[in-house]
């Protein structure tokens, strides 16, 4: 069984930067591709940023391209975000999954392990 673990959540004033982590045990969760979404109140999931098992691919949608950074550390089995000038839109919770498909897709369809979240919350 794999459960990622996401912490490094908080409150951060605009333009200010947070890390969060996602640590999961086991090898089946290094093996995988890992996503982090996002969601805000009333609003869909949103994909944020993806990174291949190796860590040798990452992908970003246009929101968060060039402010938002994914890596991993596979002997820590923990995948990072970093988010840096963050905007009051950025406030949600986020989540880590691995990815079980092969392809490097934003749908959350693709993902199956996720974490319980943890809250960012930027304030302007």
């Known amino acids: 069984q794999v459960q990622p673990v996401e912490s490094g959540g908080g409150l951060v004033q605009a333009g200010g930067s947070l890390r969060l982590s996602c640590a999961a045990s086991?090898?089946?969760?290094?093996?995988?591709?890992t996503g982090w979404f996002r969601q805000a109140p009333g609003k869909e999931r949103e994909f944020v940023a993806g990174?291949?098992?190796?860590?040798?691919?990452?992908y970003y949608p246009d929101s968060v391209k060039g402010r938002f950074t994914i890596s991993r550390d596979n002997a820590k089995n923990t995948v990072y975000l970093q988010m840096n000038r963050l905007k009051p839109e950025d406030t949600a919770v986020y989540y880590c999954?691995?990815?079980?498909?092969?392809?490097?897709?934003?749908?959350?369809?693709?993902?199956?392990?996720w974490g319980q979240g943890t809250q960012v919350t930027v304030s302007s």
């Open positions: 999954a691995r990815r079980y498909i092969t392809a490097q897709t934003m749908s959350a369809l693709g993902y199956d392990y």
């Open positions: 086991g090898r089946s969760f290094s093996s995988y591709g």
């Open positions: 990174i291949s098992w190796s860590g040798s691919s990452t």
